[in-house]
C-alpha cells in the first residue's frame, strides 16, 4: 500500500522558517493536485497551499507572501517552505495527493511556533 511520508515539522520560535516534505513510498498515478493542510486544535481542517501538475499554485488567505509550495517531478515530492511563522500556524500538517481515483494524506507531522 503506497503511503505519503511526510517531513520537517518541529519547534520555532515566531519569525522563524521550516521546510515540510512529503514523499510517496511507492508509485502514484492520476494525480493532479498535490498539496497541504492543516488542523489546529478544535478548528476544522484548512487548505495551506496546493499545486497541480501544471505547477499552479493556490494559497490559503493566511499564508499569502509568507509560504510556498513547490514539487519535483523526478521524485514525486511535494515541499512546502514557510517562512515568517506565527503562533497561529501551530498546527499538523498534512500532506495530500488528490487523484482521479480519490484523495490520499499523510499521518500528519505537528508544527509548533512558539518562544
Known amino acids: 500500500q503506497v503511503q505519503l511520508m511526510e517531513s520537517g515539522g518541529g519547534l520555532v520560535q515566531p519569525g522563524g522558517s521550516l521546510r515540510l516534505s512529503c514523499k510517496p513510498t511507492g508509485g502514484f498515478s492520476s494525480v493532479y493536485s498535490m498539496g497541504w493542510y492543516r488542523q489546529a486544535p478544535a478548528k476544522q481542517r484548512e487548505l495551506v497551499a496546493k499545486i497541480t501538475i501544471d505547477d499552479i499554485p493556490t494559497y490559503g488567505d493566511s499564508v499569502k507572501g509568507r509560504f510556498s509550495i513547490s514539487k519535483d517531478d523526478d521524485e514525486n515530492r511535494v515541499d512546502l517552505q514557510m517562512n515568517g511563522l506565527k503562533p497561529e500556524d501551530t498546527a499538523v500538517y498534512y500532506c495530500?495527493?488528490?487523484?482521479?481515483?480519490?484523495?490520499?494524506w499523510g499521518q500528519g507531522t505537528s508544527v509548533i511556533v512558539s518562544s
Open positions: 495530500n495527493f488528490a487523484s482521479t481515483l480519490g484523495d490520499y
